[in-house]
């Protein structure tokens, strides 16, 4: 069982934003700032996308976007495209060596 | 940025070995924490075990530990997980990456496939 919860699944059409959330306890996130934010497709290999709350890995596109406040961080896709349908799951340094249990983004 | 191809997955038998490799390309390996993490059939993330950059550092998920062993080897940029005692619950995908430091893995391998079945 993960120790950061996510929504099973989350949908936007294209164009619009979406936003997925990643809450635990605040001990899971403590003080710092050392959330990630990976992107997976189907029957591949997962992918960073975001780290320390908010900075993209060069090649990331600007339309993917992080914060953090409290006990919960989030993740923003805004502009939709087909190609952001994929599994996205985070992660924080604080929590135990454990990742968010998953969300689907379906791009309606 | 760091290559990784990991090799060595296929169908086992419970109870049985298996010794998963990843081979590394790239300036960092020598320098950086090394992880297998797995992710079972329609199942999200788990990791299973970290090794420091001289090798003397190792951790694991409590469902591994006793039954598989990370190791690593800087001269042939290469990472090991020797999987012993196999269940059918380690059945999964099992990647192996980079640890650029808190806990953010930026390299990734494609993963080698571990079927434990009788």
């Known amino acids: 069982q993960s120790a950061l919860s996510q929504p099973a699944s989350v949908s936007g059409s294209p164009g619009q934003s979406v936003t997925v959330s990643c809450t635990g306890l605040s001990s899971d996130f403590g003080d710092n700032n050392y959330v990630s934010w990976y992107q997976q497709h189907p029957g591949k290999a997962p992918k960073l996308i975001i780290y320390h709350v908010n900075n993209r890995p060069s090649g990331i596109s600007n339309r993917f976007s992080g914060s953090k406040s409290g006990n919960t961080a989030s993740l923003t896709i805004s502009g939709l495209q087909a190609e952001d349908e994929a599994d996205y799951y985070c992660s924080s340094y604080e929590a135990n060596r454990m990742f968010g249990g998953g969300t689907k983004l379906t791009v309606l | 940025e760091l290559q990784l191809v990991e090799s060595g997955g296929g169908p086992v038998q419970p109870g049985g070995p298996l010794r998963l490799s990843c081979a590394a390309s790239?300036?960092?390996?020598?320098?950086?924490?090394m992880n297998w993490v797995r992710q079972a059939p329609g199942k999200g993330l788990e990791w299973v075990a970290s090794?420091?950059?001289?090798?003397?550092?190792?951790a694991y998920v409590d469902s591994v530990r006793g039954r598989f062993t990370i190791s690593r080897d800087n001269a042939d940029n290469s990472l090991f997980l020797q999987m012993g005692s196999l269940r059918a619950d380690d059945t999964a995908v099992y990647y192996c990456m980079r640890d650029r430091g808190y806990w953010t893995f930026d390299s990734w391998g494609q993963g080698t496939p571990v079927t434990v079945s009788s």
């Open positions: 790239g300036l960092t390996f020598t320098t950086s924490w």
């Open positions: 090794i420091s950059p001289d090798g003397t550092d190792v």
